[in-house]
């Protein structure tokens, strides 16, 4: 059985930094895309980052783009978000996913087959 399971996320002030991981289990991921979703209250899911496991070949939303990076560390089948320069607007809570997906749709979170639970990131002004 495929897991999931998200850490790191907490309070920080806004122009400060957090790392999460997303450590998975239950399966060999290396045709897989591990990504990472947020949503903050009163919105919808939004995309912020992807990896390409095979290839590590990485994909970001515009609004983290140059702040935000993704990683793996195959040894221990975990994905990591390094988040820099945090503002407020990056406050929600932080899903793990993985999914088999076609090159151009490591966005679309109907696609992706596996989550994980979920990690609250509070970014104060």
């Known amino acids: ?66 702040r935000f990076t993704i990683s793996r560390d195959s040894a221990k089948n ?3 978000l390094e988040m820099n320069s945090l503002k407020p607007e990056d406050t929600a809570v932080y899903y793990c996913a993985a999914g088999v997906l076609r090159s151009s749709s490591e966005y679309r979170d109907d696609l992706y087959a596996y989550w994980g639970q979920g990690t609250q990131v509070t970014v104060s002004s």
Request: glycine share 14%; proline share 1%; hydrophobic share 40%.
């Open 1 to 66: 059985q495929v897991q999931l399971v998200e850490s790191g996320g907490g309070l920080v002030q806004a122009g400060g930094s957090l790392r999460l991981s997303c450590a998975a289990s239950g399966r060999t991921f290396s045709s897989y895309v591990m990504s990472w979703f947020r949503q903050a209250p009163g919105k919808g899911r939004e995309f912020v980052a992807a990896l390409r496991w095979l290839y590590g070949s990485t994909f970001y939303a515009d609004s983290v783009k140059g």
């Open 78 to 80: 975990t994905v990591y």
